[in-house]
């Protein structure tokens, strides 16, 4: 299995962001007509929950991965598919903002992918 492009590894979790923002626009949206504004929280739970848990979604792949042809693996490159720990522990480090990105873009493992002991692949 081949390693990932920086191009599709960018398009992967930009799906991803968009999806997670989904409930949390939704949810936001009835707070604002239904006048209670706790509802909206449940909206940015769910989508932190995806963004968390995605790469243990069914496959072991998140949406933007199995949309661009990809997936996080662990390093004997067995599925995280229902390993949600995992998941958690490789996507955590994805709320210090850039901090993966610039290692990406200077060819080193993500924060993430090296705390969880993980790597990312062509499917």
């Known amino acids: 299995m081949t ?7 960018f398009l992967g979790i930009f799906i991803d962001g968009i999806i997670a923002y989904i409930p949390m626009f ?18 940015w739970l769910l989508g932190i929950g995806y963004y968390l848990l995605r790469d243990a979604l069914p496959g072991g792949q998140s949406i933007g991965k199995k949309l661009i042809k990809y997936a996080a693996v662990k390093q ?17 480090t994805l709320f210090i903002p850039l901090l993966d990105a610039i290692l990406v873009l200077i060819d080193k493992p993500r924060l993430g992918d090296d ?9």
Not at 26 to 43: E, M, N, R, T
Not at 76 to 92: C, F
Not at 115 to 123: E, F, I, S
């Open 26 to 43: 939704v949810f936001s949206f009835i707070a604002v007509l239904a006048g209670i504004g706790i509802i909206s929280y449940i909206g």
């Open 115 to 123: 705390l969880a002991k993980t790597r990312v692949v062509n499917k």
């Open 76 to 92: 004997d490159g067995s599925s995280l598919e229902g390993d949600y720990a995992t998941s958690a522990t490789r996507n955590i």
């Open 3 to 9: 390693e990932v492009s920086k191009l599709n590894r």
